[in-house]
């Protein structure tokens, strides 16, 4: 019989499981009385989310956590480990090194591309690789590199051509 991670007395009548940040996964055991003081259960009673609760569970948050700041909003890395949500759009910047391996980890990249249908997604995807071509040829005309130019000039009126 399993006793209440909170309580630690009363036999265990739920038990959450959510993976962390290096994949172990975390389980929350609580008994009837402990989760409905943390309103998990009925969703309508719900007060706080499951990362919450497992934050108050969770060891205490290090000090560099605490002390990477969003510069616009004033919320730390520590905020957000422990709410499971940013301050402000400018947090995505502020906070990108410990951001970015999260979000690479959860979505496979971290640049933004939409939600799109199976159509769209391909015009995107092509307008994604155009400017990151234009900005290759940028870089090649700066350096006076003009083979390099023709070419990824050329490249680039190819897939404008294949994709009308």
Avoid: W
């Amino acid at each position: 019989m399993k006793e209440c991670s909170i309580c630690k007395k009363a036999e265990v009548s739920i038990v959450i499981t959510t993976i962390d940040k290096d994949g172990n996964s975390i389980e929350l055991a609580l008994c009837k009385e402990c989760a409905t003081k943390k309103g998990v259960g009925e969703i309508k009673k719900t007060k706080l989310s499951v990362q919450e609760i497992l934050a108050e569970l969770q060891e205490k948050i290090s000090d560099e956590d605490q002390n990477l700041i969003c510069t616009n909003c004033g919320s730390s890395y520590a905020d957000f480990r422990r709410q499971g949500r940013l301050g402000c759009e400018n947090c995505y910047i502020s906070l990108s090194r410990k951001l970015e391996p999260i979000i690479k980890r959860i979505h496979g990249t971290v640049h933004h591309m939409g939600k799109t249908i199976t159509d769209s997604k391909k015009r995107v995807t092509i307008r994604f690789e155009i400017k990151k071509l234009r900005t290759i040829l940028e870089n090649a005309v700066t350096k006076e590199d003009y083979e390099k130019a023709a070419r990824i000039r050329d490249r680039i009126k190819k897939i404008r051509q294949e994709n009308q």
